[in-house]
Nanobody, 125 residues
Framework: QLQLVESGGNLVQPGGSLRLSCAAS????????IGWFRQAPGKEREGVSC????????NYADSVKGRFTASRENAKNTVYLQMNSLKPEDTAVYYC??????????????????WGQGTQVTVSS
């Protein structure tokens, strides 16, 4: 059974940092493109970042460019989202998702078919 589990969400002050983790079981993450998404109350789910399964291609939403970095650790079958200079508007439930496509990735939620349960990130003083 393919499963993704996110962790690392927390309450942090503006300007702070968090690192989210997304651990996979039942499949090998490095064969999948991975997306990070977030959903704030009353808003649609939006793409934050994605990593291709090959070639090291990454993509970021304009709102997080220069602040967020996505990476993989294949030995642990885990991907990460390092979030720096956090802002109150980054507050949301963050999800990771996987799709079995190589070389490219996408920031559109509809492209992904395996999702984690989400982890809450709250940026507030």
């Amino acid at each position: 059974q393919l499963q993704l589990v996110e962790s690392g969400g927390n309450l942090v002050q503006p300007g702070g940092s968090l690192r989210l983790s997304c651990a996979a079981s039942g499949f090998t993450l490095n064969a999948y493109a991975i997306g990070w998404f977030r959903q704030a109350p009353g808003k649609e789910r939006e793409g934050v970042s994605c990593l291709s399964s090959r070639g090291g291609s990454t993509n970021y939403a304009d709102s997080v460019k220069g602040r967020f970095t996505a990476s993989r650790e294949n030995a642990k079958n885990t991907v990460y989202l390092q979030m720096n200079s956090l802002k109150p508007e980054d507050t949301a439930v963050y999800y990771c998702a996987a799709m079995p496509i190589q070389w490219v990735c996408a920031l559109s939620p509809g492209s992904y078919d395996t999702w984690g349960q989400g982890t809450q990130v709250t940026v507030s003083s």
